[in-house]
C-alpha cells in the first residue's frame, strides 16, 4: 500500500494532534514537534516533572496505524493514533522506565525493551489512605509504619509507597518506603524510609527508591535527600551532601557531582 501524503501533510497533522491544549493526556505538556532526518522528535514536560523529555516517532512507511496496525487514510487519522499510542505509553510509566539518552536540552526516551518498574514477581502501588490506621496491613506483615503515619498527620508526607508479591491475591506485602516533604516551597523531598523484609531481593528495594525519586520528580520536587546510609543508593544516583547525607537532583541535565 502506497502512503499519499507528504512528510510535511504528516509532520503537520502530528503537531496538530499532540500540540494542541489537552493533547495526549494528563499530566502532558507539549513543548515541539521537530522535524528530523529520519523521522520527528516529540518534546514534552510530564507533569512537574523539571526534566524536558523526547521521543523520536518515525514518519509512516505504510497506511497504517503506529498503535493498532490497522489502516488509516489520511496524515490525521494517522497522527491520531500516534497521539494514542504515546498516551497508552505515559499511561503505563514511560518516564519512569523508557531507556533514558541525555541529550542537550532534553532526556530522550526509549520505549523499546524497556525494563519494567517492577522486579519480576513483585509489584509497587501506593499506600492507599486510610481513615484511622493507615497502612494497618504493613504492620501486620511486621513493618514499622509509625513514620509514615506521623508525615500524614502533619501534612508532609510526598508519598508512601508499598512492594508485594504479584499475585492474584497482592499478598504478601514484603516492603515499602516513605518520603516527606522538607521546604515549604516543595522543592525538596526527603527520603524518610526505604524498608523490605529479611530474604527480599534487594531490586525490590532498589525499585521502592527510584518509584519514590519519580513520585517526587513528578509532584515538582528538585531534589531527594536522604540520611539513609545504605552503599546502594549510589548505584541509583545518590551523592554525598553538604555536611552529611545524601542528595539526588532530579534534573537529569545537572551535571552529577560531589557536592
Not at 488509516?72 to 514511560?94: I, K, N, P, Q
Request: proline content about 8%.
Amino acid at each position: 500500500m502506497v502512503i499519499e501524503w507528504s512528510r510535511q501533510e504528516v509532520l503537520a497533522a502530528v503537531r496538530t494532534c499532540l500540540s494542541r491544549a489537552g493533547a495526549v493526556t494528563e499530566g502532558y505538556s507539549a513543548v515541539n514537534v521537530r522535524a528530523e532526518p529520519d523521522g520527528m522528535l516529540v518534546i514534552f514536560r510530564w507533569r512537574r516533572d523539571p526534566n524536558l523529555y523526547g521521543i523520536a516517532v518515525e514518519y509512516p512507511k505504510a497506511p497504517r496505524s503506529p498503535w493498532t496496525g490497522l489502516p488509516v487514510h489520511s496524515a490525521y487519522e494517522w497522527a491520531a493514533d500516534v497521539a494514542g499510542r504515546l498516551a497508552e505509553e505515559l499511561a503505563t510509566g514511560l518516564v519512569r522506565r523508557g531507556r533514558r539518552t541525555i541529550r542537550s536540552g532534553y532526556v530522550l526516551l526509549d520505549p523499546r525493551d524497556a525494563p519494567d518498574v517492577c522486579p519480576t514477581g513483585y509489584f509497587i502501588s501506593s499506600v492507599p489512605p486510610h481513615p484511622t490506621e493507615a497502612g494497618f496491613w504493613l504492620a501486620e506483615a511486621g513493618m514499622d509504619v509509625i513514620i509514615p503515619r506521623e508525615l500524614i498527620a502533619g501534612g508532609r508526607l510526598a508519598c508512601w509507597l508499598q512492594a508485594y508479591v504479584n499475585n492474584e491475591r497482592g499478598k504478601p506485602f514484603v516492603g515499602h518506603a516513605a518520603a516527606s516533604w522538607e521546604d515549604e516551597q516543595r522543592t525538596t523531598v526527603r527520603l524518610d524510609l526505604v524498608h523490605v523484609l529479611p530474604g527480599i531481593p534487594p531490586e525490590v528495594r532498589d525499585a521502592l527508591v527510584r518509584l519514590a525519586v519519580g513520585e517526587a520528580a513528578e509532584a515538582g520536587a528538585l531534589r531527594v535527600v536522604t540520611e539513609i546510609d545504605d552503599a546502594a543508593l549510589a548505584g541509583l544516583g545518590f551523592r554525598p551532601a553538604p555536611g552529611d547525607g545524601l542528595v539526588l537532583h532530579t534534573d537529569s541535565q545537572r551535571p552529577a557531582q560531589t557536592e
